[in-house]
C-alpha cells in the first residue's frame, strides 16, 4: 500500500512538475496550469497519504512491539521466537513453555481490544484436549495464559490477573462453558479457538 502511495505521488510531482515547466514557458492552452492547480493537486496527494498511513503506536513497554502483529499469527509470524517474549513465559511459575510450544499447531488472529491484546491457538484436530488463549495488558505490560485442558482450566499470571474487556470476558466465558469447566455430570470439553 506504501510504494502505491509513493508511487502516485511520484506520478502527480511529475505531471505537475511538466505542466508548471510548460506554464513558465509561456505556452497556453489545455496543458498549462496555475499555481493554484499545482497547489490543488498537491493537496491531494497530502490527503491519500494520510488515508493510505495506518501509523500504529508502539507503547513504551517490554512487549508493546506486539501490537504491531494486530491481525497475524504469532506461529506464522514466529513470535514466539522472541527471545523477550520467550523468557518472560519461561518465568512463568508453573508454566510449560515448551508444551505450548509442540501443542500450538492451530491459531487465531492476534485482536487487540482496549488496550489488551489476544491471542489463542491449540493441539491440531484436538482443541478440547490441549489450548490455550494469550492475553497481554500492553499498558501495564502484564501476561495471563489460560491453559484448557480438557474439561481443566490452569491460569497462569505474571503480575495479577488481567481484567479483560467485555468481548474477551464473554468470549471466555463461552469457552469455559463449553469445555465444561466446573461441570460434574458432564465433563466432555467442546473447547474451540472460535466462539461462533
Known amino acids: 500500500m506504501k510504494k502505491i502511495i509513493l508511487f ?3 506520478m502527480v510531482s511529475i505531471v505537475s ?3 508548471f515547466k510548460k506554464n513558465q514557458s509561456g505556452q497556453e492552452g489545455p496543458d498549462s496550469v496555475s499555481e493554484q492547480e499545482m497547489n490543488d493537486d498537491t493537496e491531494e496527494v497530502k490527503d491519500l497519504t494520510k488515508e493510505g498511513e495506518d501509523e500504529i503506536e508502539i507503547p513504551d513497554t ?8 494486530k491481525g497475524k499469527y504469532a506461529g506464522q509470524e514466529k513470535l514466539f521466537e522472541n527471545e523477550v517474549l520467550a523468557a518472560r513465559l519461561k518465568e512463568l511459575d508453573r508454566f ?3 508444551a505450548m510450544l509442540q501443542r500450538w499447531n492451530t491459531e487465531t488472529p492476534i485482536f487487540i481490544e482496549e488496550g489488551i491484546l489476544h491471542m489463542s491457538g491449540c493441539k491440531q484436530h484436538d482443541c478440547p484436549s490441549s489450548a490455550y488463549d494469550f492475553f497481554l495488558d500492553i ?10 485442558r480438557s474439561n481443566m482450566l490452569r491460569l497462569y499470571q505474571e503480575k495479577g490477573m488481567i481484567d479483560l474487556p467485555p ?13 465444561k469447566i466446573g461441570e460434574i455430570d458432564d465433563t466432555e470439553s467442546t473447547y474451540s479457538l472460535t466462539t461462533e
Open 8 to 10: 502516485l505521488i511520484l
Open 17 to 19: 512538475c511538466d505542466k
Open 62 to 69: 517490554e512487549l508493546g512491539f506486539m501490537v504491531t502483529y
Open 96 to 98: 510449560n513453555y515448551e
Open 139 to 148: 499498558e501495564n505490560d502484564n501476561i495471563n495464559i489460560y491453559n484448557f
Open 167 to 179: 468481548g474477551f470476558a464473554n468470549e471466555m466465558e463461552i469457552k469455559k462453558s463449553n469445555a
